[in-house]
């Protein structure tokens, strides 16, 4: 058991390290022999873990991904919230983690090469708790199509942000103004839909 701990918070050590460097100094900044020394960890002990940088890669990326579902199912459990300031905070969420760290950001949204589905699977249970969410605004039957839609602009916005143009005069907007103009835009439209529904009913 002792062994079994000591390997797990070694294998923490090590993701939180090479998250640190990828933070720093993009990709190129983490290595292996980096990571290790980061994590004060023998230079063998990664290669114990992770039998290369890719996979390495894919370990934080998946882990900051089950991090952002904790953050947006608190969001959603939160009785002091309504159904639209959870949406708020939803794609706030999203483009939040692209401002602090743009760099872990794009690895979330990348397709490794010897697991290109790597991400697209470890983002299940994010997706699944931010489709509770759009569901509340926008009802059951429309959540899949507003949700793809949301969490697409919410990528959109993070990257104009992160490559600096949605600063400056063109736009004359920020990010926080863009999040409000969309979740008025779903609540308006799918409250319209359901008047409609019931008219014709």
């Known amino acids: 058991m002792i062994r079994a701990e000591t390997a797990a918070a070694t294998r923490q050590a090590l993701l939180e390290a090479a998250a640190e460097l990828l933070d720093h100094g993009g990709l190129e900044a983490v290595t292996l022999r980096a990571v290790g020394a980061r994590a004060g960890v023998t230079r063998g002990a990664p290669y114990r873990h992770f039998p290369d940088k890719e996979h390495l890669m894919i370990a934080v990326g998946s882990q900051a991904w089950g991090e952002l579902g904790e953050r947006i199912g608190a969001v ?81 916005i993070a990257g104009m942000e992160i490559t600096g143009q949605l600063a400056g005069d063109k736009w004359q907007t920020t990010a926080e103004e863009l999040i409000d103009t969309l979740v008025t835009m779903v609540a308006a439209q799918t409250h319209g839909s359901a008047t409609e529904t019931a008219g014709s009913s």
């Not at 490794?112 to 059951?140: H, I, K």
């Open 76 to 156: 959603h459990r939160d009785p002091d919230l309504t159904p639209a300031a959870k949406l708020r905070a939803l794609l706030a969420a999203f483009i939040n983690l692209a401002r602090r760290q743009p760099h872990l950001y794009r690895l979330m949204f990348s397709s490794p090469a010897s697991d290109p589905t790597a991400f697209a699977r470890a983002a299940q249970p994010t997706q699944d708790e931010s489709l509770r969410v759009v569901a509340a605004v926008a009802g059951e039957h429309h959540a899949r199509r507003y949700a793809a839609l949301l969490l697409a602009s919410a990528d959109g």
